[in-house]
């Protein structure tokens, strides 16, 4: 599972022209993952002669030219070789036989992971005659059974990169979706490799796990070799850059990245040192746009036909008193209205009616600063002729503040984050190499909401003394789905998080006739300190309505008042075995082995807390302690076979077909997030109470909350209803069983066709579930049922009643829905408490189980041309669709997705469109070096001044057009009635709208909307609406960005690069999601369908000065 603390800083990206030389993004299909900590390449190939026929004994050599590190082999009887375990890098090869002339091969650009092959065919002659060819390795790949993706040194140096982010980069490879613009903080580092979970993916750098699991991408540091270097600065600020949609001005923009980098021999041939440093400074004034509160709601006024629709208005659009037979205005609520959201200076928000709603805009351009700091240190030294050795270090520490939805707040996060590694590389002889890895991974992390610059929340209005200020969510959203009527006021984070990684492994190669036998063993220690959560640390209250909040008549008050640190604790290991035998010269079969094992999640101190159910399916009332999580680990012995395939069937490498079939596990390594809220470590309070009846009395932070609640006769006792969460007590490991077929055709020696299917199905998969919510039944009376579930508040001449006096509905013989049952009642602290959940001493709870299931199909085609006559590009499509049953298990994995799945006792009920599902999706990207200066097509003949000029020039660009991503509207509140606070209802299509539902983008331009709310109606009280989830797709993305180079060459040894680079550089709009609320309460949601910010920014202008040596 994901290393959220340990994930790469989400705040700026190093150099990576220095700091990564390759990067491969496994699709993870054939035996990608044998060798799960391999980040070496191999070179292969067959010697013949020119007739054809094979040379056994041929003596074959291969020299890294940057490092002068030598391996040699000899052919085996069948003519074949191959050197395993070599260091990403240049090579050239050398092949000699007596009676034959010695054959050179120069241009070998090994990238990690990659297993190159190079045939050599030696002329009859004398030894002392040599053949030098340069060629790099051919594009068809005619071995290497798994499916993967390549980034080069040069599209990682050269393509422009906003932010210099290198996980940009990623998209370049099929199958890949950057999902950021689709999450609630788009800051955040999100992708999606082959249909998989982001949450599963891991990165590794130089061998050690840097993230989390699974989707793997690979990570090297460059070695020192000659001496070389740069020093470079990249600049940006406002003055060129266009002003976004939603801003009124544009607002102040400063960045500054800069540093250096050099390296070189500490011994020639022997001893290498490389050292980097990137520096990273932004204050922007982001633009903003925020739902609140208009001026009259601020003073308790509401529309008349919001505060008494049934009681008719002379004048519905007036604004009166927030009070009805409901309930009464309060004044106590009017400074939190005035003091959490910034005062409105947009246009007012109408219903379909265009009736002023209470709502308008808040427009600005609230600040955010990121200073960051990255270094690196690479040693490496050959020992012997069998021994060489490398040591990494490098460290990134970063602060960031954020401005949230509601700019009345920011978010403060501090990261710091070190890996170090050691590896060795022994050869006991020519067929037989081992690799040993040993490294330690650390990343802290804080984070804490507080009110931005400029604003102040006066200590009254604090829901927990000593801490900073807490949330209020209205109208569709809870604290973990940030889609609501009005903007979020975020004060109620606050959290600290440390995780440690020990990892050592060992990898063996042997080289036996046509066996490539591998094998080897991985173990890695994990530790995980924290405390605090990023939710409901200061409290948290919501209400379903903006009438309902200025009433103060809340759904809920959730607030941890005492966090304690947790010390989780888990070991987890890894074996494989792999033979590849190639069967034929053209026909290569792979078949390995993994088997997996976590030691479990254990808190060091014993005090794992988790919920259990009953006998009876009800969950208990107080936790089960103790050191583990688990009544069973079911993660002991998982095997994952991997099968594969490559075949070439012209035989000359210009076609290859190549399959693959293999089973993964996700260990579950990061479970602390459902553990850290249950009491009595981390107890989490829930209360109905209205807000201003607790703050007579609140609770000071770090005061423990009084214990459970256990009998209704608990009158008069202090005693707290908890919030917890939870974990399935006898887990499965999620797995993913995944096939692939992949063609490659090579239409010259550097351009190369490929046709790939990728497919998926996983099972196991975590999904979010409330452990106590009301139990849904299918209504078996012929005449109808009583639905209303916990809206149930009372009965009147034995009908139940839904609200004061409204009768609740009846739903026909066979629908499933919530009955509207009389409550039950107990009084604690004073106040009335009325529930219907299984268990009424236990709140609402998101507990994790492993029930759901994903499936995934997806083909593509992309066209891959290698730099010649200084052009080189790579575009690919894929046409894809993933289902699943729920992808926002956390709070920040989808796009406005509830964290829960709405009927837990029905899963299919949610199975439609993953959050991250992109149907279409194509990339591109190019480097060309202009022909113009001396030697090229125009001006070859320039020379001084006018090549100074003309020559040197460079052009480099990426183009990405993606379809939208899938989101479902949902209901601003509980009107199912199950009591899951964490999961809003969805709506009914609207049987009598006839109009097209989704305006679109030109929609949203002319209605201010981009779907048409008129095309949803309001469920029945207890029964679930008919939406289907990721049924509607949000807006497409389009972009282009491009920079230009120029070289200036002073000396062989100095240059200096100027280069302007401009992202979205046709300024196209690209809108973010909507908001998907249609209802707050019983009235269509004044923000629905309504769009707030661009999945990116307007053009954008950097420019760049780097001194190379």
């Keep these: 599972m994901v290393n959220r603390s340990g994930r790469r800083s989400p705040f700026a990206s190093p150099n990576l022209a220095a700091f990564v030389i390759a990067l491969i993004g496994c699709a993870v299909l054939g035996s990608c993952l044998a060798l799960a900590q391999g980040f070496t390449a191999t070179v292969t190939g ?91 390795a051919p594009l068809v790949n005619t ?114 990245q800069f540093g250096g980098e050099v390296g070189g021999p500490l011994k020639k041939d ?56 409901t309930g009464t205005m309060q004044p106590g609520m009017l400074p939190y209205a005035n003091y959490f959201w910034p005062a409105p200076n947009g246009p007012e928000l109408l219903d379909p009616s265009t009736r002023p709603t209470g709502t308008a805009q808040a427009i600005g351009n609230p600040l955010r600063s990121v200073r960051e700091d990255f270094g690196l240190l690479r040693f490496d030294t050959t020992i012997s002729s069998k021994d060489s050795f490398s040591a990494n270090f490098n460290g990134d520490d970063g602060r960031r503040g954020a401005p949230p939805a509601d700019p009345v707040f920011t978010t403060l996060s501090t990261q710091r984050a ?30 804490v909401n507080v009110p931005a610059p400029g604003y102040t929340i006066p200590s009254n209005l604090i829901f927990l003394p000593g801490t900073n200020p807490g949330s209020i969510t209205i109208g569709g959203g809870t604290a973990t789905v940030v889609a609501a009527a009005l903007a979020q006021p975020t004060g109620n984070s606050r959290s600290r998080d440390t995780r440690n990684h020990v990892t050592g492994a060992d990898d063996l190669h042997l080289t036996r006739g046509n066996h490539a036998w591998s094998a080897g063993v991985w173990i890695q220690r994990i530790q995980q300190n924290q405390i605090g959560n990023a939710q409901f640390t200061a409290g948290t209250a919501n209400y379903d309505t903006l009438l309902a909040f200025l009433q103060d008549s809340p759904k809920q008050f959730l607030a941890a008042s005492n966090p304690q640190p947790l010390y989780f604790r888990s070991t987890e290991t890894g074996l494989y075995i792999q033979d590849e035998i190639k069967l034929k010269p053209n026909f290569t079969l792979r078949l390995g082995v993994r088997e997996e094992m976590t030691s479990g999640w254990n808190e060091a101190h014993g005090h794992a807390a988790n919920y259990l159910y009953d006998a009876n399916g009800i969950v208990q009332t107080d936790p089960r302690i103790d050191s583990s999580a688990f009544l069973k680990n ?83 006792t202090n005693c707290s209803i908890f919030s917890p969460g939870g974990l399935d ?97 107990f009084v604690t602290t004073g106040t009335t408490k009325l529930t219907q959940r299984p268990n009424p001493f236990v709140g609402p709870m998101q507990s994790w189980f492993y029930n ?48 829960t799945v709405l009927n837990p006792f029905d899963l299919n009920m949610n199975r439609g469109l993953a959050s991250y599902n992109l149907k279409h999706q194509f990339n591109a990207n190019f480097t060309y070096q202009l ?89 029945l009280a207890g029964t679930f609406g008919n939406v289907a989830r990721g049924s509607f797709i949000g807006p497409a993305f389009y972009n282009f960005d491009t920079s230009l180079f120029k070289n200036f060459s002073f000396t062989e040894e100095y240059r200096l690069q100027f280069r302007v680079e401009a992202f979205n550089l046709l300024n196209r709009t690209n809108f973010a999601s909507p908001n998907p609320v249609t209802f707050s309460g019983n009235n269509y949601s004044s923000s629905a369908g309504v769009i707030t910010q661009t999945a990116n920014p307007s053009r954008q202008i950097q420019f760049a000065l780097k001194l190379l040596f």
């Design 852 to 899: 759901t299931t994903s499936s995934y199909h997806s083909g593509s085609v992309s066209l891959t041309k290698r730099a010649t006559r200084g052009l080189a590009f790579k575009a690919n499509y894929t046409f894809s669709k993933l289902l699943d049953i729920e992808s926002a298990f956390l709070a920040t994995s989808g796009a406005n997705e509830p964290p």
């Design 931 to 1019: 022909p113009f200066g001396r030697g090229q097509h125009f001006g070859g003949g320039a020379a001084g001044p006018a090549d100074k000029v003309i020559g040197g020039w460079q052009w480099n660009g990426s183009i990405t057009a993606q379809g939208g991503f899938p989101f479902t509207p949902t209901v601003g509140s509980n009107v199912s009635g199950t009591g899951d606070t964490q999961n809003p209802d969805v709506p009914n299509r609207n049987p009598v709208f006839n109009g097209p539902v989704v305006l679109g983008t030109d929609g949203f331009r002319t209605t201010g909307r981009y779907f048409d709310r008129n095309g949803f109606s309001l469920p």
């Design 729 to 825: 007590p006898f887990m499965h490991t999620p797995t993913l069983q995944q096939w692939s077929l992949t063609i490659q055709r090579s239409i010259s020696q550097n351009l190369m066709v490929e046709l790939s299917y990728v497919g998926s199905q996983a099972y196991h998969v975590v999904g979010a579930e409330d452990l106590n919510m009301a139990v849904p039944q299918v209504c078996s009376d012929p005449t109808g049922c009583y639905s209303g579930g916990i809206n149930a508040t009372g009965t009147s001449g034995g009908i139940p009643l839904c609200g004061g006096t409204t009768p609740c509905p009846k739903v026909p013989q066979g629908m499933t829905y919530l009955p509207a049952t009389p409550p039950k009642t």
């Design 143 to 256: 071995t290497t059974t798994s499916t993967s993706g390549v980034i080069t040194e040069q599209q990682i140096k050269e393509l422009p990169l906003n932010g210099r982010s290198f996980d940009q980069l990623l998209t370049l490879n099929v199958g890949t979706v950057d999902n950021r613009s689709n999450i609630n903080n788009g800051a955040w580092t999100s992708f999606s490799v082959a249909g998989k979970r982001p949450e599963t993916n891991r990165f590794i750098l130089n061998g050690v796990d840097y993230i989390g699991a699974n989707a793997t991408g690979q990570f090297i540091t460059p070695s020192g070799s000659s001496v070389h270097g740069a020093v470079f600065e990249y600049l940006r600020n406002g003055a060129l850059d266009a002003r976004n949609y939603f801003e009124n001005a544009k607002g102040p923009f400063k960045r500054n």
């Design 418 to 447: 070190y890996l170090a590694s050691l590896q060795e590389t022994h050869i006991f002889s020519n067929t037989i190499v081992n690799v040993a890895t040993l490294g330690f991974s650390r990343a802290w992390g804080t984070q």
């Design 634 to 716: 079911n993660a002991k012995m998982l095997w994952e076979p991997r099968i594969g395939l490559a075949w070439d069937p012209s035989g000359s490498g210009k076609w290859s077909v190549r399959a693959g079939f293999g089973i993964y596990n996700d260990l579950q390594d990061n479970l602390a997030h459902r553990l850290n809220a249950d009491p009595p470590f981390n107890a989490r309070l829930t209360l109905t109470t209205p807000l201003l009846t607790y703050m007579q009395n609140p609770i000071p932070f770090g005061t423990q909350p009084p214990p459970s609640c256990h009998t209704l006769a608990d009158a008069g």
């Design 270 to 325: 022997k001893a290498f040192l490389f050292v980097n440093y990137e520096g990273f400074r932004e204050r922007w004034n982001v633009p903003n746009v925020a739902n609140v509160p208009d001026a009259q709601a601020r003073l308790g006024n509401l529309p008349c036909y919001i505060v008494s629709p049934a009681a008719g208005c002379p004048n519905p659009a007036a604004y009166v008193v927030a009070t009805n037979k």
């Design 46 to 136: 067959t010697v013949t002669d020119t007739s054809g026929a094979v040379l056994p004994g041929t003596a074959i050599s291969i020299k890294n030219l940057e490092t002068g590190l030598t391996r040699a082999v000899e052919a085996d009887l069948g003519g074949n070789y191959s050197i395993a375990s070599l260091p990403v890098g240049e090579y050239e090869l050398t092949a000699e036989k007596m009676g034959f002339q010695r054959e050179v091969r120069r241009g070998i650009n090994l990238v990690v992971a990659q297993e190159a092959v190079v045939n050599l065919t030696l002329q009859v002659g004398s030894i002392v005659q040599q053949v030098t060819v340069t060629e790099a």
